[in-house]
């Protein structure tokens, strides 16, 4: 379970005049709470004002979005790089998700190669060492790569969100739409020919649409990244749901049957 650390504060200046610290950290993870967001240790010094009455309404939040997508888009023009891409995304302010995150997650793999994947958002793991994939969904797609005869040296694997949002919670559609700018520049600066796009949240967001992953996995789909460049796109389960649901693995290994495939056809 993960506590926000402003939670964390708010709670903590009403209890610290009765317990000591070491009572409300053994309370917090007697409720099972092992983790909290933000590098930020506890802060003991009264909130100036109720977090809760501070909140942005909705709309003002949708204008902040698309003024941070704007602005995603515009610095990304600068890059024609991976390497100048992550700088810039490091350095970019505005999606708070950067905030809790401890690195900013970019591809993994060949940046010159022919096939790319595009997961949803970094987990702990890779969060810690900056690299996508590289925990548990990571190591079952290296299985599954290495099923269909590829490794991380013919693919560019990267996510849609280059943050970890705090306990692994679902991106929020802003989230999302202010980060997609990143991942149009790795697609055009990768240039691949074909796209897996893990689980419904990558396949949804990548091609605007909103399907199931039923749906979603019956048919080739092309991605336009340039005037005169497309990539095919398939979508299939993301590993952490084959993780949790094994029974569904099956259909996966169908699809990534279908995936090499069409690209043994085509090479
Ligand atoms: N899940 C993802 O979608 N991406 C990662 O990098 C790790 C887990």
């Keep these: 379970m993960i506590l926000p650390n402003v939670f964390i504060t708010y709670k903590m200046t009403a209890m610290t005049d009765k317990l000591n610290i070491k009572e409300i950290l053994q309370f917090y993870l007697e409720s099972g709470v092992n983790e909290t967001c933000g590098s930020t240790p506890f802060c003991l010094s009264p909130l100036t004002s109720d977090f809760r009455q501070t909140r942005p309404a909705a709309s003002s939040l949708a204008l902040s979005a698309s003024s941070a997508m704007q602005n995603a888009d515009n610095i990304c023009a600068q890059a024609s790089s991976i390497e100048e891409l992550k700088k ?16 900013t997650v970019m591809g993994d793999g060949n940046p010159e190669a022919e096939i790319m994947f595009i997961g949803e958002a970094p987990g702990a793991e890779e969060d810690l060492s900056g690299r996508a994939f590289v925990g548990r969904s990571g190591r079952l797609l290296d299985k599954m790569m290495a099923a269909i005869g590829l490794d991380r040296s013919q693919v560019y694997i990267c996510n849609i969100l280059p943050w970890r949002p705090p306990g692994n919670r679902s991106p929020s559609d802003a989230e999302i739409a202010v980060c997609l700018p990143f991942l149009r ?57 084959l993780l949790r649901t094994p029974s569904q693995k099956s259909k996966s290994w169908a699809d990534f049957l279908r995936f090499a495939k069409e690209i043994s056809q085509n090479n």
């Excluded at 697609?187 to 749906?215: F, H």
Aim: include cysteine; charged fraction near 20%.
């Design 88 to 103: 810039i995304v490091e350095n970019f302010d505005g999606c708070s998700l950067k905030n809790t995150a401890a690195n």
């Design 185 to 241: 520049k790795q697609i055009e600066i990768v240039a691949p020919r074909y796209i897996l796009a893990l689980g419904a949240v990558a396949a949804n967001s990548l091609l605007n649409i909103g399907d199931t992953m039923s749906k979603l996995r019956s048919h080739w789909f092309d991605y336009n990244f340039a005037a005169d460049k497309t990539a095919k796109v398939l979508a299939t389960y993301h590993p952490a749901y």
